[in-house]
């Protein structure tokens, strides 16, 4: 056991693996559905370094430090090519309300603080505990220990005041978890939510890009006679993709230049906005059932092709040109599980797949252009996430200097390497650089990110947990409570009244207004709606980035 406590590398490893084995392992147990997850490690780690199992300090901030780098970095990579988008119509007023819910929360948190003469250093572990943010709390204790040394203190003293955040943050999460749970039950109870009806006005709201399949017959004689390339052009349709046509019982790849006649049918790919223009331009619309449109004999293929050539990446589907090249239909975009409208204006990237209508030559020509080979995909691409990595460390080193503030103001280790992901993530494509990570990689080195960060936080902590929790820490539970029952309760009657949202949407905007995975999984599981997850990644991006400078501004006030 000596080698174990002297601060080795080897002791140090060996304690990290039993306490984040041990917590995920407690994890795995539910009470009425819901689970503290991964955030047993926290507890397992406060547990051990209490009973004087602990870790060189130096090894345990570097550990801290990396763990939430990797943590932020994949979830930014994996929100990035969705995040300027999320701020589009029904998405801006989901976000308007996300940034309420951390303005809310901060401002209920500097009140408290105000009012009772709390530590606001000791609030800020609090309001990250209550809102179950741990980037937040990562961004805490590196900012004050950051202004500690810089004022002259000594590595111990920033340590001591690093781990007060952490105690205060580990009393404060777990009633942040069943807090949000309980006002999202008491919520429907007091609205009256019928799930049922719910669900059926939910269907109204799918995001407008995702694609929408609609058949339709002939019927407007101002077409009769006219090609679909005339069409499209004279209508300004590009949003309306012809997939297959029927002229009797025959079925075919649409021609472009062939004439339309009365009684034609067509099998048309949009998106939600533009549906009500395919009967406006062509005829009645009327159920789709795809055994009419795959008869037995027709020439046509259906088949899904991977992107996997880099080449292909921050190219538009209209400058590929596929239609005229290739004599093929690009009908839908698969990408990170959603599938998309084709729109000429999409810009493809590395791990996307797009769904093509056409003869089987014409498609395996346009597979050698895309690559289609989706065992490539399997391999890791490390070099944007290492390179990115260290320009996001960088990034969060550039001091922002705020008026008023005794201090620069930085992104640091949590904010720095968010940012640049996100930026990766979506401009990524654009500069034709291959930032594609399998969801399973992606999830991976997530998980790892967070299981190190949550164990050296816990280990750093426990040696004054308990004495912080009986010298007047109790209270701190109160404070918690306070900070997640107030903010989520006024938003969601605000989007309730003012915003007249459904339920599902208000679930997904209080679980990603808080970064609360079990919220997301308890709505998920009690109320049957894939919808919620949509509305949780709608906010979740900028939550989490306001989350992290909210917790900094509140040290750098405090300082």
Not at 13 to 35: D, E, H, N, P, Q
Request: charged letters at 15%.
């Amino acid at each position: 056991m000596s080698f174990i406590l002297s601060g080795s590398t080897a002791g140090a490893i060996l304690i990290l693996a039993l306490v984040i084995a041990s917590g995920l392992y407690l994890g795995r147990f539910k009470v009425k559905g819901i689970s503290l997850g991964s955030t047993w490690i926290l507890f397992v780690g406060i547990a051990l370094s209490h009973f004087g199992l602990r870790i060189n300090p130096t090894i345990l901030s570097f550990i801290k430090d990396f763990g939430l780098i990797l943590f932020v970095f994949a979830i930014g990579l994996q929100v990035g090519p969705g995040f300027f988008r999320s701020f589009r119509k029904d998405g801006l007023s989901m976000n308007l309300l996300a940034i309420g819910l951390v303005l809310l929360a901060v401002l209920t948190t500097y009140v408290i603080h105000v009012i009772t003469g709390e530590d606001l250093s000791i609030m800020t572990g609090i309001m990250s505990g209550a809102v179950t943010n741990t980037p937040g709390l990562g961004a805490a204790q590196q900012t004050i220990s950051d202004a500690t040394i810089a004022s002259g203190g000594t590595l111990e003293a920033a340590e001591s005041a690093s781990s007060s955040i952490a105690s205060a943050y580990a009393v404060a999460y777990p009633l942040g978890v069943l807090g949000a749970l309980l006002m999202l039950v008491v919520f429907r109870a007091i609205c009256r939510v019928n799930i049922e009806k719910e669900k059926e006005k939910a269907k109204e709201g799918y995001d407008p890009a995702n694609a929408y399949r609609i058949a339709c017959k002939v019927e407007n004689p101002a077409i009769f006679g006219k090609s679909l390339r005339d069409i499209v052009g004279e209508n300004n349709a590009d949003h309306l993709v012809v997939s297959r046509m029927m002229s009797g019982s025959e079925v075919f790849f649409p021609d472009l230049d062939r004439p339309l006649k009365e009684g034609d049918k067509l099998l048309v790919v949009t998106d939600i906005e533009h549906k009500e223009k395919v009967a406006i331009v062509f005829g009645e619309t009327f159920p789709v059932n795809m055994k009419d449109w795959m008869r037995p004999g027709t020439q046509l293929v259906n088949r899904r092709l991977s992107i996997t050539k880099s080449a292909i990446t921050g190219m538009s589907l209209r400058k590929l040109n596929i239609r005229q090249k290739y004599g093929v239909t690009v009908t839908r975009i698969l990408r990170g599980g959603v599938d998309l409208q084709a729109d000429p204006n999409l810009i493809l990237q590395v791990g996307d797949s797009i769904q093509v209508v056409g003869p089987d030559e014409s498609i395996e020509h346009l597979a050698a252009l895309v690559g289609n080979q989706p065992e490539t995909l399997r391999k890791p691409n490390l070099v944007p996430i290492f390179f990115g990595i260290a320009v996001g460390v960088l990034v969060g080193l550039i001091p922002i200097h705020l008026h008023s503030m005794p201090q620069p103001l930085k992104l640091g280790l949590a904010g720095g390497p968010l940012i640049v992901a996100i930026l990766l993530g979506y401009f990524g494509p654009k500069l034709r650089i291959t930032t594609y990570t399998a969801l399973s990689a992606n999830l991976m080195i997530r998980e790892m990110g967070i299981s190190l960060f949550m164990a050296a936080v816990g280990l750093g902590a426990g040696e004054n947990f308990v004495s912080s929790l009986v010298n007047g820490g109790y209270i701190w539970v109160l404070y918690g409570a306070i900070i997640t029952l107030l903010p989520m309760s006024i938003i969601a009657f605000l989007a309730r009244v003012a915003f007249k949202m459904d339920f599902f949407k208000i679930c997904g905007l209080l679980a990603g207004g808080t970064t609360d995975p079990a919220l997301l999984a308890f709505s998920e599981q009690a109320y049957g709606s894939s919808r919620i997850a949509v509305n949780y990644a709608t906010v979740y991006p900028l939550t989490m980035f306001l989350r992290v400078v909210a917790a900094q501004v509140l040290i750098m006030i405090m300082l």
